[in-house]
């Protein structure tokens, strides 16, 4: 969509005002400075998805709407988590996100801070991987998303 | 070096280059300098009402009349607040109008400054686009673009924030000759190929029936839906917003459909093999219940310039996003050349059945009665006027009998508030249709309820000398309301009585018009015919009609549109 003030507030009012839920939205500015790339993921019935993609596309800042999930694509989320990390802990919860491929971005003497990407159901899966106890704080960007191979979103 | 204009002139400028001859509006702090402008030209020529909500209705009428731009001028706060019942009137009825509001300066949005409100939050949901210009530069693109957007594609309001000290600001003038964004693109002409499908089920059709809505008036072309009724011999309904599409005196036409609409045009939609739905949107008021809408197999082709008003509450089999007039032209083009025509025998016994539906005279009331019918008052309306006013409405039950009862034959006359279904529309909307169309008939049919709304423009009219008549259908009630609370609350007419009336003779007079209040059905006939001698008058003409009569057929709530309540 056209990168200008306003835009992302009529994505985010038409869903709410027309009843639809938003699971996540993602947006920020894409190599051309005039245009965002917004990623925004929703659940509906077939009809209720395209009346969605339709009353996206009537709003006149939108560029181009394409529904990533009709056909082959990637999904990629951050998150990032904050964790208590005492004594033996500390290389039990490195283990993990070893496993998880995630990587510690900031430790103190008490807590480490860990980044990890992947789906939102690799996010999930962390979660329920570490002690929900140790777990202090954590932040999720939601999913940004792209078609496979030659698939190109392009205005 | 080329001499630079203030935002004020820029937005005058940009309103005399875009023809327009008229804008209504109510002056504030924020929009001062923009009135200084206008003061000091006289090609776009301002009209004062008394309230801003009547400024978007009146520039409403203006456009639904004529087919321009409406356009408004409001200040910033307490204006724009008035001013959103009559943008959302006009969102929902797809009309374009380009509304100017002021706002306070750039440095003082967000600090809850004197008369500030978040214009463009506040209008978002119900304006086509709307705009907060905050650099001077860009304010001729951006007026622009809001005429552009207004007037194309499915046509809606437009507004545009201007910040006291952006009217304040210099900038060289230059007016885009034309528009283009990559973001904004309607199309026009249907897809070929499905065109050609429709055809081919047009032809094929035994039980066709042709369903146009307000997109054939927004689009202009009730010439090509005649045309293409005519040459295929099918039946046609229209609906509120429709009425004039298609010649109501015409055989061919079966009535309004929906809530309100006659027994043969609902039969005719539930039992149809093939539907042509022409610019409407299956809303609600018009095809009932969608689980319960049809008796029978059928296949639907809809005709629309919006996707989005497609398969939304009715899954269609062939859609054709276009702009009506071009389909249509289109259409009949493709039909002509065909060897194969409409199975005559089909249509014929398709006929026979929606005439003895039509014999069911659904409409039909007490002629006779001693207490004067609503309806008759309309019928009067119609014969005295030789059906060649514009009528503009309000919202209830005499919405629904000017509607049933006055025979549109031509577009653009019927002028009133379906979507959102807004009392206190109709006689600002006449002010505006009366700006448009100089020297014609202009009535407001409304009731002592509706009028009530936006009474205080009576005092526009006076300044303006709108002969503008208006019929007041005054039966002491809400009657809309109390019909429902009739038929659906067990008669409690909880707060529907209208206690306390003005004498709407002496109210009229005193605002400087003429009053007339007539209770004898033997007089009604005269009085209008007197009331429409007086040229260059105003008449409010207050009718006391029958407080029980309630509007009929009626679909209640929930229900398929077979399922009617009849007389
Ligand atoms: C008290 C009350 C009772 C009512 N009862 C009834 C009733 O009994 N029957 C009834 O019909 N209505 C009734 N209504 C009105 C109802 O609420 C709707 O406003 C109306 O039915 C909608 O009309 P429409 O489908 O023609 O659509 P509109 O609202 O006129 O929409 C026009 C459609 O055409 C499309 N369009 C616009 N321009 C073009 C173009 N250039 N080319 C192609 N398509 C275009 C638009 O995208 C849209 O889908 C009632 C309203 C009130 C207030
Ligand atoms: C602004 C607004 N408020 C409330 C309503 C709900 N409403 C619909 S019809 C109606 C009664 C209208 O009464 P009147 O104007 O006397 O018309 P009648 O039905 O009696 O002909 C009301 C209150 C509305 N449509 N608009
Ligand atoms: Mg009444």
């Keep these: 969509m056209e990168n200008e003030a306003g835009a992302l507030s009529r994505v985010a009012g038409l869903f709410s005002s027309r009843g639809y839920n938003i699971e996540s939205l993602t947006v920020a500015a894409t190599e051309d400075p005039t245009l965002s790339r917004m990623t925004l993921v929703t659940a509906g019935s077939d009809d209720v998805v395209e009346q969605i993609t339709k009353q996206l596309n009537k709003l006149i800042e939108v560029v181009k709407v394409v529904d990533l999930s009709e056909g082959d694509h990637i999904e990629r989320e951050l998150m990032l988590m904050k964790v208590r990390a005492v004594g033996k802990d500390r290389d039990e919860i490195k283990r993990m996100?070893?496993?998880?491929?995630?990587?510690?971005?900031?430790?103190?003497?008490?807590?480490?801070?860990?980044?990890?990407?992947?789906?939102?159901?690799?996010?999930?899966?962390?979660?329920?991987?570490?002690?929900?106890?140790?777990?202090?704080?954590?932040?999720?960007?939601?999913?940004?998303?792209?078609?496979?191979?030659?698939?190109?979103?392009?205005v | 070096m080329s001499t630079e204009l203030t935002g004020a002139e820029i937005a005058v400028r940009c309103l005399q280059k875009e023809g327009v001859d008229y804008i209504f509006g109510y002056p504030g702090g924020a929009v001062l300098f923009i009135y200084d402008e206008l003061f000091k030209q006289d090609k776009?020529?301002?009209?004062?009402?008394?309230?801003?909500?009547?400024?978007?209705?009146?520039?409403?009428?203006?456009?639904?009349s004529s087919n321009k731009v409406g356009v408004a001028l409001v200040t910033s706060g307490p204006g724009v607040t008035n001013a959103v019942t009559g943008i959302a009137t006009a969102y929902m009825d797809s009309i374009p109008l380009v509304i100017i509001s002021g706002q306070v300066p750039t440095h003082a949005i967000g600090l809850d400054a004197f008369q500030e409100v978040d214009t463009v939050?506040?209008?978002?949901?119900?304006?086509?686009?709307?705009?907060?210009?905050?650099?001077?530069?860009?304010?001729?693109?951006?007026?622009?673009?809001?005429?552009?957007?207004?007037?194309?594609?499915?046509?809606?309001?437009?507004?545009?924030d201007i910040p006291k000290d952006v009217s304040q600001q210099k900038t060289e003038f230059d007016y885009p000759a034309s528009v283009t964004m990559r973001s904004y693109n309607p199309v026009t002409r249907g897809h070929a190929g499905q065109i050609r499908k429709a055809v081919q089920l047009i032809l094929e059709a035994k039980r066709p029936m042709i369903y146009a809505g307000g997109g054939v008036i927004l689009s202009d072309a009730a010439a090509q839906l005649t045309d293409l009724v005519r040459m295929l011999g099918f039946p046609c309904t229209n609906t509120l917003m429709g009425l004039g599409g298609?010649?109501?005196?015409?055989?061919?036409?079966?009535?309004?459909?929906?809530?309100?609409?006659?027994?043969?045009?609902?039969?005719?939609?539930?039992?149809?093999?093939?539907?042509?739905?022409?610019?409407?949107?299956?809303?609600?008021?018009?095809?009932?219940?969608?689980?319960?809408?049809?008796?029978e197999d059928r296949k639907i082709i809809h005709i629309d310039i919006d996707p989005s008003s497609i398969s939304k509450r009715v899954k269609v089999d062939i859609p054709i996003v276009g702009n009506v007039s071009d389909v249509l032209d289109e259409l009949i083009k493709l039909i002509r050349a065909r060897k194969e025509k409409p199975d005559r025998v089909a249509l014929d016994a398709w006929w026979t059945q929606i005439d003895l539906w039509r014999a069911r005279d659904c409409l039909k009331y007490d002629r006779a009665s001693s207490i004067i019918k609503p309806q008759m008052v309309v019928e009067k309306l119609y014969e005295v006027t030789g059906g060649n006013?514009?009528?503009?409405?309000?919202?209830?039950?005499?919405?629904?009998?000017?509607?049933?009862?006055?025979?549109?034959?031509?577009?653009?006359?019927?002028?009133?508030?379906?979507?959102?279904?807004?009392?206190?529309?109709?006689?600002?909307?006449?002010?505006?249709?009366?700006?448009?169309?100089?020297?014609?008939?202009?009535?407001?049919?409304?009731?002592?309820?509706?009028?009530?709304?936006?009474?205080?423009?009576?005092?526009?009219?006076?300044?303006?000398?709108?002969?503008?008549?208006?019929?007041?259908?005054?039966?002491?009630?809400?009657?809309?309301?109390?019909?429902w609370q009739q038929f659906f609350h067990g008669n409690r007419y909880a707060e529907s009585y209208m206690d306390a009336l003005p004498n709407f003779v002496k109210l009229a007079e005193s605002y400087g018009h003429v009053g007339m209040q007539i209770d004898q059905p033997g007089d009604?006939?005269?009085?209008?015919?007197?009331?429409?001698?007086?040229?260059?008058?105003?008449?409010?003409?207050?009718?006391?009609?029958d407080q029980t009569e309630n509007v009929f057929p009626m679909v209640p709530g929930g229900k398929g549109l077979s399922e009617m309540i009849l007389v």
């Excluded at chain 1, 496993?99 to 980044?115: A, H, L, N, P």
């Excluded at chain 2, 209008?123 to 007037?151: G, M, Q, W």
Aim: include cysteine; proline fraction near 3%.
């Design chain 1, 97 to 154: 996100a070893d496993i998880f491929r995630g990587r510690i971005i900031d430790v103190t003497d008490k807590s480490y801070t860990i980044e990890l990407t992947g789906t939102g159901s690799k996010l999930d899966a962390f979660l329920e991987a570490m002690e929900r106890g140790a777990i202090l704080e954590t932040v999720r960007t939601g999913a940004s998303g792209i078609g496979r191979g030659e698939r190109i979103l392009k």
């Design chain 2, 44 to 64: 776009v020529k301002h009209v004062l009402v008394r309230h801003e909500q009547a400024a978007v209705h009146a520039a409403d009428g203006y456009a639904r």
């Design chain 2, 121 to 160: 939050g506040i209008t978002r949901p119900c304006v086509k686009h709307n705009f907060l210009v905050k650099d001077i530069t860009e304010l001729a693109a951006t007026i622009k673009k809001a005429f552009y957007i207004a007037s194309t594609g499915r046509p809606g309001p437009v507004l545009v």
């Design chain 2, 246 to 295: 298609y010649p109501a005196t015409d055989k061919q036409f079966v009535g309004m459909l929906g809530m309100h609409g006659t027994y043969e045009a609902n039969m005719a939609m539930q039992h149809c093999d093939v539907l042509v739905a022409v610019g409407a949107r299956f809303d609600d008021r018009v095809i009932g219940n969608p689980k319960h809408f049809s008796n």
């Design chain 2, 389 to 483: 006013a514009f009528i503009t409405s309000d919202v209830g039950q005499h919405q629904m009998w000017a509607a049933q009862f006055y025979k549109f034959d031509l577009p653009r006359r019927w002028i009133n508030s379906g979507g959102l279904g807004t009392m206190g529309f109709g006689l600002p909307a006449a002010m505006g249709v009366q700006f448009a169309n100089p020297g014609e008939m202009v009535a407001c049919v409304t009731g002592e309820a509706s009028i009530q709304m936006c009474i205080q423009e009576l005092s526009t009219c006076k300044q303006y000398n709108l002969p503008l008549k208006i019929i007041n259908l005054n039966n002491r009630y809400m009657g809309m309301v109390r019909q």
């Design chain 2, 524 to 545: 009604v006939e005269s009085a209008l015919q007197e009331a429409f001698k007086l040229k260059d008058r105003l008449v409010f003409m207050d009718f006391i009609t």
